[in-house]
């Protein structure tokens, strides 16, 4: 957790730690301070935000880089993710060519950071769970976003996603547009709009189970 302000960096700490699986490994609040913590912490995600009192946040992340990139393949790789008041957007162009993830314009909700680190765990779990890539691998790690920077298609409520994507996250197994459409309270057809939605936008997968008779039936999980 990369920031100038004492308070604010104690507050997103507050706000990465509630979500499951991420811990704070270490605060700084210049940019040498960041460049030590990164070398000898290796953490796996770097907080960055843009004003800092020796170095701005896009000097750090090239500076990271560059460090990583002389420490060959065996060194450790920290993906980053920009938390700032900049909002010019020479800056935010800055940011992503420099290798950012994303990038949120402060001040921002707690969901909007969570959906955030989710998407950055989904990302750095699907590289390290390939060997060689094909090519729907990497447009679905290229092209995730998550929900909060996506237009829902016409047709489509927010409030349905919200509660199709819940019940996705509550069946780690896969279920059926049958057993969602229960689970919510659901018409079959609309269950099944929103699991095909998740599906085209890289959030769900598709397994097909074959039966005696008939078509096999589609079943969905979660992926993130």
Do not use: N, W
């Not at 040498?32 to 907080?47: G, I, K, V, W």
């Not at 019940?167 to 079959?188: D, Q, T, V």
């Not at 005696?212 to 992926?223: C, K, L, Q």
């Amino acid at each position: 957790m990369v920031d100038d302000d004492f308070m604010v960096a104690k507050l997103h700490g507050r706000c990465v730690s509630a979500v499951e699986g991420f811990t704070v490994a270490g605060v700084a609040h210049s940019g040498a301070d960041a460049l030590r913590a990164a070398r000898e912490l290796r953490p796996d995600l770097l907080l960055l935000d843009v004003y800092l009192p020796d170095m701005d946040g896009i000097e750090v992340l090239r500076a990271v880089r560059a460090e990583e990139e002389r420490a060959g393949r065996g060194g450790a790789h920290a993906d980053a993710l920009f938390i700032t008041a900049a909002r010019d957007a020479a800056t935010v162009r800055s940011a992503l060519r420099a290798g950012a993830l994303h990038y949120l314009i402060k001040p921002f909700s707690q969901a909007a950071l969570r959906e955030q680190l989710l998407h950055a765990a989904s990302v750095r779990t699907r590289l390290a769970a390939l060997d060689e890539a094909r090519q729907e691998d990497v447009d679905r790690i290229f092209g995730t976003r998550p929900r909060a920077s996506r237009e829902l298609p016409k047709g489509l409520a927010a409030h349905t996603a919200d509660l199709v994507e819940r019940i996705l996250r509550e069946h780690p197994g896969g279920l059926s547009a049958s057993e969602c459409a229960e689970a919510g309270s659901l018409s079959r057809v609309s269950a099944r709009r929103y699991l095909e939605y998740f599906t085209e936008t890289g959030r769900a997968e598709v397994t097909l189970r074959y039966g005696g008779t008939g078509r096999p039936e589609r079943r969905y999980r979660y992926v993130g």
